[in-house]
């Protein structure tokens, strides 16, 4: 009974580890409602992986078993979703996730729980399951993002103690038991083994994710111009290229998806903050929207739109950061006659390619960052914004006439295709006679017919065609994201006549956030617009947003974190004596030593599991060699060690308790020889030592068990078995 | 009418010997008992380790066939001692000590006592259904089995140094018995559980039957030439400090095992060492093998734990052990 107890309390703490663990990624990942049944749907798992290993019941029905319910669960997940007439959407949604988490999270834990009773050196992947949850939990702390673990950051901030002590509490606190719970009982060259190739399997997961896929987001200091990054863009609208110049953002870990191109899977499990930006002064904007810009897309090159880097046009964007000079719009400022200046401090919390700022900036100037260890860098800007109703730039044409003629053909440039042409005038039938005209009528009519026509959704891509904006907007129905609503508003404005150009940032809505002025930018809020040209007013902002819609509606932002970031930035005297000595230069933010900046790439790794195989080969040959050599006792070692591995080889091997004896019985079908070698073996090390050991002989069955064990088992096993680098580990 | 092979005596001769001896009554058993090879072996091997055995079986399964068999076929040397080869006790509860062991008699004519032999004086001992006896019966026997000697009335008669008990016990009557304490089944090298006969085996004896048996007068042995061989089987087969360091592992893995109460005795071990000597010569070697423990490991052993309540699988906790020294010497061995 004592026995039994035990062992349901390991298993409890098992379990508890697990959910622990389970909790830690699930936060980020699911509802939150659906991590409890998760949780306790992985208990079920924890029991079921106990009860296929004590009723024995063969792996091969537990593993599919396993991996069933896993399937299950997304189909199922999938159906629920896929349910015309079902119930509420908010309660598919959470059926769904609730059936997708719990019975994943299930199938997972009872494998993960299956293979470690099965093979002890496969405890490690528990152990490395659970750390992994702390580790990436709190990997988010160190990349400054204050809210990870927010419940464990904030509890410490407002007692005072350094979050980073707290963590390391934790991490120490989860490690040791998790240590004891899955390893303890592990022989130590196993854990050792098991550990070794699972940093490697860990180290090729980690650069295939970074080298591999198209996209790797460099992370530059803030204030590098970026710009020339958006040369080495290739056409293709959706193509994942196309964000790179604006969000030189993601410092290598996909943190700054944008969702241009990608589908919106992925970019829903982002909402991490970028920035923070405190207005000094009231603003409604008439959009109804802040817009954060970045970046704008002017230059048609034929295929798509792309950042005009020649730098005689879209002088109006700050593109560097002022890093100790302020830096101001060059050209095409907008009067003030519509709108007004607004002072915005700007605080990134990533690193960002190119200055952010709420509208137009006009001018940005250095500002001390308040608090490094949570703020990239900080600065301040002069945003000229949009102060009136549209309606009163309603006399307002688009082009002025002195522009030059070049200019004039770098706004209005599209690609040559009829279909805009006829499509426009479908859209402007509806206009009455007195505005067919008239430049902001127009763009509000072709907004709005986007608006009405369109699907948004973020599960599409365009990444093929030749003219991606052609291929979504000819195309039934209408269904894309931000960035193609955008590209398509400025091809059929241009076709219009009307100066037009996409702007690439962020959003905000002014009703979802704050009321003291701060705005916390998040990455899920990545956006791109149209903006046009009005002759006295400058680049206005419009939005096009489709009524329907396949996504979600954004994550809401975090308040409380919105709060106490804008007490942090505001909070600048004391902060600043804590930490001017390191940082003395006002705006600069600390110089980052990422430990994934080191170089290593993906040929390394090539050449490290080539170097690790040659490795295993080589001890392969040197055992099988070592027959040839041994004298005495030792020689009559090898000689049946290198059988034993040649058997282990095509995967004959001696069951666990089993005699040497036992299994040559076993195999006197294969190989009657390898019974008398065995008996040979036996009796050398077992026998009188006055007799005397024949290797020779030792060596002729050798050979005869090879001869033998080839002819039964085919040439293709034989040859496999040879190929075979790790048979040798495995002989028992 | 009996052939008697006379054994060449003296020193020199090797294990061929008490292989041939060993084979000679094998083959008498054999002859009376059909199926049971491997009780058989058992039976041997405790007989040529100075063991006893305890058969645990149904009625009517042989074992009385198997012990006459085997008395028969060892052949008194020693006609001046009186004692017979084969004498069979059956245990009842209003059995005394003395109705086994032998009682004071006065001799009318010369007006002594002189001391009357009781039937454990024999070679083989078949007592059946021990545990029907009082356990002053019980321990009467199982001194006599431990010491080779009986004393009454403060005189110390030796047994023949060939003094081999079959006991047998039934597993279902629990009525009227008095089960055997650990420390008494401790006295037994082997428990053996015997099964029942497979199909075939069954319809031979069947079939044998009432038949006028062709018993063929298979040569038997000399008491003396099972006595000589157990020597040569304790001197001439090798036990590897491998294969003892084993035996002490295995005993240390059962005690440390959680649902055992009490584990096995070092006089086990002790005891162990010659019955896998003699697997080994019977199986045709000079030297014990894994394989030899993996076979006898059980009926040495699994009598001998005392399970925890609520837990009843011994066989289980000795083969798991078995099992972990087993894979310790084969690792042992590629080093």
Same mark, same amino acid.
């Given at each position: 009974m004592k026995h039994r107890l035990g062992s349901v309390i390991l298993g409890l703490l098992q379990w508890v580890l697990l959910s622990f663990a389970l909790y830690l990624y699930l936060r980020d990942l699911a509802v939150p409602v659906v991590v409890k049944e998760s949780i306790i749907a992985s208990g079920g798992g924890v029991w079921l992986a106990w009860l296929a290993h004590s009723r024995r019941i063969p792996l091969y029905y537990s593993i599919p078993g396993g991996l069933a319910v896993i399937g299950l669960g997304m189909l199922l997940a999938r159906w629920v979703t896929a349910w015309q007439g079902g119930p509420a959407p908010i309660d598919t949604l959470v059926y769904s996730q609730a059936l997708l988490f719990s019975m994943v999270s299930a199938g997972f834990v009872f494998l993960l729980r299956l293979f470690a009773l099965q093979w002890e050196t496969l405890g /490690?992947?528990?152990?490395?399951?659970?750390?992994?949850?702390?580790l990436q939990a709190f990997a988010r702390h160190r990349y400054l993002h204050l809210d990870r673990p927010r419940w464990l950051a904030d509890w410490a901030i407002v007692h005072g103690i350094a979050p980073q002590h707290i963590l390391m509490v934790v991490g120490i606190a989860v490690t040791v038991p998790a240590f004891l719970v899955f390893i303890r009982r592990a022989r130590l060259w196993k854990v050792i083994s098991g550990l070794l190739l699972l940093v490697l399997v860990a180290l090729g997961v980690y650069y295939l994710r970074n080298e591999l896929p198209v996209q790797r987001i460099v992370a530059k200091p803030p204030g590098a111009n970026s710009g020339s990054s958006t040369n080495k863009n290739k056409p293709g609208h959706g193509s994942n290229n196309g964000k790179s110049g604006r969000q030189s953002a993601g410092r290598g870990k996909g943190q700054g998806n944008s969702g241009f191109g990608r589908s919106g899977a992925s970019r829903r499990g982002q909402n991490l903050p970028v920035a923070l930006a405190v207005l000094h002064d009231d603003y409604a904007p008439p959009s109804g929207l802040y817009f954060f810009r970045q970046q704008v897309? &002017?230059?048609?090159?034929?295929?798509k739109l792309e950042v005009d880097t020649s730098g005689n046009y879209d002088g109006d964007v700050i593109t560097r950061f002022p890093l100790e000079q302020p830096v101001f719009a060059t050209a095409d400022v907008a009067p003030e006659k519509f709108h007004k200046d607004m002072a915005v401090t700007m605080y990134l919390i990533m690193d960002l390619g190119q200055p952010l700022a709420l509208d137009a900036? /006009?001018?940005? &100037?250095?500002?001390?960052n308040p608090d490094p260890m949570q703020f990239r860098m900080a600065y301040n800007t002069v945003c000229r914004v949009l102060n009136v109703p549209y309606e009163q730039l309603l006399d307002l044409h688009s082009i002025p006439p002195q522009w030059p003629d070049a200019k004039k053909r770098h706004y209005l440039a599209v690609p040559d295709d009829p279909r805009y042409k006829s499509l426009l005038h479908k859209i402007l039938q509806g206009l009455p006679p007195e505005l067919k005209d008239n430049d902001l009528a127009k763009t509000v009519e072709v907004i709005t017919w986007l608006e009405d026509k369109g699907i948004y959704s973020t599960r599409i891509a365009y990444k093929d065609s030749k003219d991606p904006v052609a291929a979504f907007l000819f195309k039934r129905p209408i269904k894309g994201y931000c960035v193609h609503f955008a590209n398509a508003a400025v091809y059929l404005l241009r076709t219009a006549g009307i100066a037009a150009r996409v702007a690439l940032g962020y959003v905000a809505d002014p009703a979802r956030h704050a009321r003291d002025g701060t705005v916390l930018i998040m990455n899920s809020r990545a956006h791109a617009w149209p903006e046009v040209y009005f002759d006295g007013a400058g680049w206005v902002p419009f939005n096009v947003t489709p009524k329907r819609t396949e996504d979600p509606p954004p994550p809401p932002v975090d308040r409380k974190l919105e709060r106490m970031m804008g007490k942090m930035a505001r909070k600048k005297h004391n902060a600043l004596k804590r930490h001017?000595?390191? *940082?003395?230069?006002?705006? *600069?933010?600390?110089? *980052?030593?990422?430990?994934?900046?080191?170089?290593?790439?993906?040929?390394d790794l090539l050449f490290m599991l080539l170097g690790l195989l040659g490795l295993l080969y080589l001890v392969k040959f040197v055992r099988l060699a070592m027959a040839w050599f041994g004298r005495g006792r030792r020689g009559h070692v090898y000689v049946y060690r290198a059988v034993l591995d040649r058997l282990s080889d095509i995967g004959v091997r001696r069951r666990y308790g089993e005699s040497r004896e036992s299994f040559a019985a076993r195999l006197v079908d294969t190989s009657p020889t390898f019974e008398d070698l065995t008996w040979a073996h036996l009796g050398v090390m077992l026998g009188w030592q006055r007799q005397q050991v024949d290797v020779d002989a030792a060596r002729g069955m050798m050979r005869e068990v090879m001869n033998e064990v080839r002819r039964k088992v085919g040439f293709v096993r034989w040859v496999l078995g040879w190929l075979n680098p790790v048979g040798w580990w495995r002989v028992k | 009418m009996v052939t008697t092979q006379q054994g060449q005596q003296g020193a020199g001769r090797g294990l061929d010997f008490a292989r041939d001896v060993a084979g000679r009554i094998r083959d008498r058993i054999k002859q009376d008992l059909i199926g049971r090879d491997d009780v058989i072996e058992l039976v041997l091997v405790a007989l040529f380790s100075d063991g006893h055995i305890l058969l645990e079986d149904f009625p009517g399964s042989g074992k009385t066939t198997l012990a006459k068999a085997l008395g028969n076929s060892i052949m008194d040397d020693l006609p001046d001692d009186e004692i017979p080869s084969f004498r069979r006790v059956q245990f009842t509860p209003d059995m005394l000590p003395s109705d086994v062991i032998g009682v004071m008699v006065l001799d009318t004519q010369t007006n002594r006592f002189y001391f009357r032999r009781g039937p454990i004086f024999a070679y083989v001992l078949l007592v059946d259904e021990i545990n029907r006896a009082t356990p002053k019966v019980q321990s009467a026997l199982l001194e006599a089995m431990a010491e080779k000697q009986v004393t009454v009335d403060n005189e110390s008669y030796p047994l023949n140094e060939l003094f081999f008990t079959i006991a047998t016990q039934n597993p279902m009557d629990a009525v009227g018995t008095y089960p055997l304490p650990k420390a008494q089944l401790d006295r037994f090298l082997f428990k053996v559980r015997m099964h029942y006969l497979d199909r075939r085996d069954e319809i031979e004896v069947v079939d044998a039957w009432?038949? +006028? %048996?062709?018993? %063929?007068? =298979? +040569?038997?042995? =000399?008491r003396g030439e099972v006595v000589e061989a157990r020597e040569i089987i304790r001197h001439q087969v090798h036990v590897a400090p491998r294969i003892r360091v084993g035996l002490v592992d295995l005993a240390r893995g059962i005690r440390q095992d959680p649902r055992v109460a009490l584990g096995i005795s070092t006089r086990s =071990? @002790?005891? !162990? @060492? +010659? !019955?896998l000597q003699t697997l080994a010569a019977l199986r045709g070697r000079d030297y014990v093998v894994p394989q030899d423990l993996e076979y006898l490991s059980v009926p040495l052993f699994q009598h001998r734990v005392v399970m925890l309540p609520g837990e009843d699988n011994p066989e289980d906790v000795v083969m798991q052990a078995t099992r972990m020294v087993i894979e310790d010497l084969a690792e042992a061995m590629l080093k």
């Open positions: /490690i992947l528990e152990f490395l399951f659970v750390e992994l949850a702390v897309l &002017s230059r048609y090159n034929g295929v900036s /006009i001018k940005l &100037s250095p500002a001390r001017q000595p390191r *940082h003395k230069r006002p705006g *600069h933010a600390r110089k *980052h030593k990422s430990w994934h900046n080191f170089n290593f790439n993906f040929k | 009432g038949m +006028p %048996r062709q018993t %063929r007068d =298979l +040569p038997k042995v =000399l =071990l @002790v005891q !162990a @060492v +010659p !019955a």
